[in-house]
């Protein structure tokens, strides 16, 4: 008899528990809000920076590895809001479509500069592409393509912050997916006093470099871009 109701009692009380667990959890679920991205980032290769009607240099394939992307605060220099860390790599579709890079979300808010770097990966920095190294050293950016017919390969392996001012501040709002747009323009990189670079001869790399770095003629730009047309809002 004892025996029986020990186990009696031990099926209440293992009741009692399911019955409070399974009540605590329903109204943890029912509490729980799900937040969504209000911030995207896109980006595109212009069509002005798409070949050249004589055809001296034409680009294939563009590559860039960049980290710490950054929204700044408007009016307040000290505070930024990270979009994406890295290091990742940036393929650039020279066919003027848009494509997409990633979303998240950030807080409400006015900003008015785009930041990231143009990072040349350490040592102890794992690769996400086997391309950014090789016996010579890492890279930051490498191209492909013809230079008066001829197959080339760029590396570069200058590190450079870029800071791109939007022309029109931004407004973030957190139940609204806001897109921002970085057009890239690579074929600029390869020009100098109005003349191509060829990219083959080493004595045009620091030339070729600082225009990377320097971002000569605005050859990266940001804007709002909604619709994701490649054109300001």
């Avoid at 191209?143 to 570069?156: A, D, M, N």
């Amino acid at each position: 008899m004892t025996k029986f109701k020990l186990t009696r009692g031990f099926l209440v009380m293992a009741l009692t528990a399911v019955l409070f667990t399974t009540g605590y959890y329903g109204c943890d679920d029912s509490s729980v809000t799900t937040e969504t991205d209000n911030v995207s980032l896109s980006i595109t290769s212009s069509k002005d920076s798409i070949g050249d009607s004589q055809g001296i240099l034409i680009l294939d394939t563009v590559k860039i590895l960049i980290k710490d992307i950054k929204l700044d605060v408007a009016s307040n220099i000290q505070d930024s809001t990270n979009f994406k860390t890295g290091p990742f790599v940036l393929f650039l579709n020279l066919t003027s479509e848009v494509n997409n890079i990633g979303s998240a979300i950030i807080p409400e808010g006015t900003y008015d500069k785009l930041k990231f770097e143009i990072h040349k990966l350490n040592d102890n920095e794992p690769l996400p592409d086997p391309e950014f190294a090789d016996a010579n050293g890492r890279y930051s950016v490498i191209v492909k393509g013809r230079y008066l017919g001829q197959y080339f390969v760029y590396k570069s392996s200058k590190s450079a912050h870029q800071k791109l001012n939007f022309q029109f501040s931004i407004s973030v709002l957190s139940k609204t997916l806001s897109n921002i747009t970085l057009v890239a323009k690579p074929y600029i990189w390869f020009i100098k006093n109005g003349a191509y670079l060829d990219p083959r001869d080493p004595s045009n790399s620091n030339d070729i470099d600082n225009n990377i770095k320097d971002n000569i003629k605005n050859n990266l730009k940001a804007f709002r871009d909604n619709d994701k047309n490649g054109l300001p809002d």
